[in-house]
């Protein structure tokens, strides 16, 4: 059969039906063929045994024959004795001329003359007999004589039937054992799939991503199963956990954006109506409204921008370079003195030396520049505000530190979470969105941001970069 014959012939088997009963009719014809080539290993060893112990028999009797028939020729009996063993006997001379050569019952061939020369060594075949199969073995004698003696071989080769009819029927039933066997290990093996199947078409139709799929943990003995299927099964639950999370976050977003923006747009059009009738109202009422509606606008952008960057995935790869920490953190410092003159800025950029680490050095500056503007929020005017870089067994750390009320032990779990303010940030403009930022571009980084009280009050934000 050729290979594009066999590829169709594949196709034709395996290509519309399901996984399950694909692996069911695999594996009973991988047993199926193992077993039939055992059955037929099986089949030659008992013909081979069957004749060998023939052969072994007619070589005996032979001896016995020879000790008997000392310078005899011709046929030892009158006529084949069908119930005896060896049915048949004679002697062959090497010269057919030679007297006693005529009516000879055994078939005489050139080997048999050979043999009888000395020059051809003993042997055993198959032969016909007055339509009855026999087993004829052939051997030299002195004088230049062959003894052959035969004996009928159909009870050999009823024995070989009998015992190819049941080898044939123990390879049917092994046939059989194997495709129940087969489809039992295929359901068996592929019940996490199904399950995972149907929790995916469950997930699709009611677009809920809490459902899991049910795995029995333990096995007989309490031993944990870790096949290859429950690994599947338990990595899709696991990607389930992380969707629902993600969309459980997404939602939480959604809901505190939208009360966030509630407020200010609600502010926005009441000034924006108010100025709507600029005729009814004082110059002085006209400016304090269009001071309010400028306000409320700039509000409203930055909280819509810093959405837009919490939104935003980890930066691609070609955009990150190695950046001088502490020139940086330099620059975000200078800046952050423009925007609070009221606040002390002090700053500890470490000794000379490698101060590198890779990323992106605008989403870096916004990082620090929330860290600064935090903390000159909470800190009182005249406060100072200390930036240290140093490098540590574990890396770069830098430190943001201000001298105000600092973060209160129930508040220290969430000053990270969006749109999380605490009482005293309440009465203080934000978004509540800038450290939430500041962590994500972070984690964005390889980094780790953590929040701690100082020891002398005031509240110390590290930012620590691990070290190759």
Known sequence: MSAARAAALRRRLLGRRTLR??????????????????????????????????????????????QQSRGQTGVLYGECNWLAAPACAQI???????????????????????????????????????GRPMR????????????????????????????????????GAGVLL?????????????????????????????????????????????????????????SFNTMLGELEEAVAAQRRLVADASHELRTPLTALRTNAELLARAERLTPAQRERASAALGRQLREVTGLVNDLIELARDEEPQQFVEQVRLDLLAGRCVTDARGHWPNTLFTTDLGPPGDLTVPGVPARLARLLSNLLDNAAKF??????????????????????R????????????YVFDRFYRSRQARALPGSGL???MARQIARAHGAELTAERAETGGARFRLSFPQD
Not at 43 to 56: G, K, M, N, P, T
């Open 434 to 436: 800038g450290l939430a």
């Open 379 to 400: 800190s009182p005017p005249g406060a100072m505000v200390e930036v240290r870089l140093e490098r540590t067994d574990r890396g770069l750390d830098l430190t943001v």
């Open 21 to 66: 009963a694909r692996l069911a009719l695999v594996t009973s014809a991988a047993v199926a063929v193992v077993a039939i080539g055992v059955l037929a290993a099986a089949y030659v060893v008992i013909r081979y045994e069957l004749v060998r112990q023939l052969d072994l028999q007619l070589k005996q009797q032979a001896k016995i024959m020879n």
């Open 92 to 130: 062959v001379r090497a010269d057919p001329a030679a007297p006693g050569q005529k009516g000879l019952v055994l078939p005489v061939t050139g080997a048999t003359r050979r043999v009888a020369a000395g020059t051809l060594g003993e042997f055993s075949s198959d032969i016909v007999l007055d």
């Open 178 to 234: 194997a495709a129940g066997l087969g489809y039992f290990t295929s359901r068996t093996s592929l019940r996490p799939v199904t399950r995972l199947t149907a929790t995916a078409e469950r997930i699709a139709a009611t677009r809920d991503p809490a459902h899991r799929i049910e795995m029995p943990h333990y096995e007989n003995g309490g031993a944990r199963r870790q096949d290859e299927i429950t690994s599947l099964a338990a």
């Open 402 to 413: 201000d001298h105000g009320p600092g973060i209160a032990a129930e508040d220290l779990p």
């Open 136 to 171: 004829m073995f052939t051997m030299h004698l002195r004088d230049g004589r062959a003894l052959q003696v035969a004996a009928r071989s159909d009870t050999v080769d009823q024995g070989v039937r009998q015992a190819g009819l049941l080898l044939g029927a123990v390879g």
